[in-house]
């Protein structure tokens, strides 16, 4: 069946240096891929979104990059703060299928 | 505007009792989806509904049942908890173009089962 993997699990990073969490899914029809950020006790909530129509998204520090060929999305955070910390997950979803397959979550750390 | 609405916030069942997770969206959305979160495995789709009058099975079905009484309302019941059944349940909608849009979660509720 579809599925999505995410890579690292955990990340630790010091304030200013930039995360990047890898993606790769195994449906070759998907084609929408939003990213979720997730603080501890809260609800995910969309951060950023990119189409397959589209290889890379920015908005402010945060960009999303896609290799529809390789089947894999990243994202890619710079400048990192403090409240950057969170639980991340990406997703995968088809036109059509009303479904999304979700990754199982990176732990980001950033260390002041 | 209220978003996505979830009650309760928190349940302790004991084992085989049975309850009824209520999700509300003001948002006139299509489709919406109920969620288990369980540590170190993301999101797992339980059941989703593409459009009223319409109920799916996702990822991980067994045991639970739902109902979308209506546009707004999506309700997921246990008819009989287990302890398996102990997780974080997030309900979801998205107005569910064939583009596919974002999901919008609720608050979450927690649920242990003991």
């Known amino acids: 069946g579809e599925n999505v993997e995410q890579h690292p699990s955990t990340l630790s990073v010091q304030e200013g240096d930039s995360a990047v969490i890898k993606c790769t899914y195994s449906?070759?029809?998907?084609?929408?891929f939003p990213w979720y950020k997730q603080e501890l006790g809260k609800r995910p909530q969309l951060i950023i979104d990119?189409?397959?129509?589209?290889g890379e998204k920015k908005d402010q520090r945060i960009a999303v990059t896609l290799n529809k060929t390789a089947k894999h999305f990243s994202l890619h955070i710079t400048e990192t703060q403090p409240e950057d910390s969170a639980v991340y997950f990406c997703?995968?979803?088809?036109?059509?299928?009303?479904?999304?397959?979700f990754g199982t979550g990176t732990r980001l750390k950033v260390l002041a | 505007n209220a978003g996505v609405t979830q009650t309760p916030k928190f349940q302790v069942l004991k084992t085989g009792q049975s309850m009824t997770l209520q999700c509300a969206q003001d948002?006139?959305?299509?489709?919406m989806y109920w969620y288990r979160q369980d540590p170190g495995m993301g999101l797992r789709l339980i059941y989703y509904?593409?459009?009223?009058?319409?109920?799916d099975k996702g990822e991980v079905p067994n045991g639970y049942n739902v109902s979308r009484l209506n546009k707004r309302e999506f309700s997921l019941r246990l008819e009989s908890a287990a302890p398996s059944q102990t997780s974080v349940y997030f309900c979801?909608?998205?107005?569910?173009?064939?583009?596919?849009?974002?999901?919008?979660f609720g608050d979450g509720t927690r649920l242990s089962i003991l």
């Open positions: 979801a909608s998205s107005a569910g173009q064939l583009s596919n849009q974002p999901q919008h």
């Open positions: 449906d070759s029809a998907s084609n929408y």
């Open positions: 990119i189409r397959s129509n589209v």
């Open positions: 997703a995968a979803s088809t036109s059509g299928t009303y479904k999304y397959i």
């Open positions: 948002m006139n959305h299509n489709s």
């Open positions: 509904s593409a459009s009223e009058g319409t109920t």
